[in-house]
């Protein structure tokens, strides 16, 4: 099993300033496709998770342009410009390599 | 805009069996890969497994021997079941799709709690 790692567990962040959660994969991401298979979700209290990041730094559509993506192998980062009342929930990164696994995922409150 | 709605039995008794189905509207149904991930009160997500529109399966290993998917393409629906349940498997239940096997999910469904208790 590719296990997900993702520290830290909680951050409390005041609005406007950035936020960066850290991913780490038991082994790496990439494909021989050239593709690199993690993601980044949103679960928004009471919701289902959206997508936010595919493949390591692509905004998924509608997603607003202060979150942003990095990373390679098995070392990836999310980060949010300036955090805003709206972005508070939970953050997973999940890995599509091989089946599908998700981060312990990383509690984001407004200070 | 394709949109899930997904439904199925709330309440369940230890070895009994989870059924739940998920509805697809908008979009196409065959073009795509079906899933079902759940979540734990207070916890993290777990994915079960897809299908797609042919049937053809891929599955978590370590729920397969418990687990059966299915596929009504002639209604936009594909459905889980659970065997045995016990009170590790109450969780939140969610039906989502990807474009292919592997993909991203895009989309999922509003998830069903599902509570098993003697």
């Known amino acids: 099993d590719v296990v997900m790692t993702q520290t830290p567990l909680s951050l409390s962040v005041t609005p406007g300033q950035p936020a960066s959660i850290s991913c780490k994969s038991s082994q790496s991401l990439l494909h021989i496709d050239g593709k690199t298979y993690l993601y980044w979700y949103l679960q928004k209290p009471g919701q289902p998770p959206q997508l936010l990041i595919y493949e390591v730094s692509n905004r998924f559509s509608g997603v607003p342009d202060r979150f942003s993506g990095s990373g390679s192998g098995t070392e990836f980062t999310l980060k949010i410009s300036r955090v805003e009342a709206e972005d508070v929930g939970v953050y997973y990164c999940m890995q599509s390599i091989q089946l599908r696994t998700f981060g312990q995922g990383t509690k984001v409150e407004i200070k | 805009q394709v949109h899930l709605q997904q439904w199925g039995a709330g309440l369940l008794k230890p070895s009994e069996t989870l059924s739940l189905t998920c509805a697809v509207y908008g979009g196409s149904f065959s073009g795509y890969y079906w899933s079902w991930i759940r979540q734990p009160p207070g916890k993290g997500l777990e994915w079960f497994g897809e299908i797609n529109h042919s049937g053809s399966t891929n599955y978590n290993p370590s729920l397969k021997s418990r687990v059966t998917m299915s596929i009504d393409t002639s209604n936009n629906q594909f459905s889980l079941m659970l065997s045995s349940v016990t009170a590790a498997d109450t969780a939140v239940y969610y039906c989502?799709?990807?474009?292919?096997?592997?993909?991203?999910?895009?989309?999922w469904g509003q998830g069903t709690l599902v509570t098993v208790s003697s």
């Open positions: 989502a799709r990807g474009r292919y096997q592997g993909d991203y999910f895009d989309s």
